[in-house]
Nanobody, 122 residues
Framework: VQLQACGGGLVQAGGSLRLSCAAS????????MGWFRQAPGKEREFVAA????????YYAASVKGRFTISRDNAKNTVWLQMNSLKPEDTAVYYC????????????????WGQGTQVTVSS
């Protein structure tokens, strides 16, 4: 296993969750990291990403200002802090890694985590 995601769960609207993704060292170096999500009956969509250096971040418009992505290269871990959650945030969230770029579209992802369910009740 090269990407291990966890931290999903059930939360009420307006609540918060923090997802984490632990990566093997071989993956973490020189890889941009990010998160995608997939709701039932919908395509997998980009949520957030950051460069391997951690100094530039990218967010989908739907989550900007509510979600924060961060990474700790010493711990080979990336997090997604999700605040002010809405029912429309309900999906399976996937950690992603892309070599020498940021995972912004599914086709440039080299590695996927196994997914963690986030359910936001109204």
């Amino acid at each position: 296993v090269q990407l291990q995601a966890c931290g999903g769960g059930l939360v009420q609207a307006g609540g918060s969750l923090r997802l984490s993704c632990a990566a093997s060292r071989r993956i973490f170096s020189n890889y941009g990291m990010g998160w995608f999500r997939q709701a039932p009956g919908k395509e997998r969509e980009f949520v957030a990403a950051l460069k391997w250096s951690g100094d530039i971040t990218y967010y989908a418009a739907s989550v900007k200002g509510r979600f924060t992505i961060s990474r700790d290269n010493a711990k080979n871990t990336v997090w997604l802090q999700m605040n002010s959650l809405k029912p429309e945030d309900t999906a399976v969230y996937y950690c992603a890694a892309s070599l020498l770029t940021v995972p912004s579209i599914p086709t440039n992802v080299n590695y996927w985590g196994q997914g963690t369910q986030v359910t936001v009740s109204s």
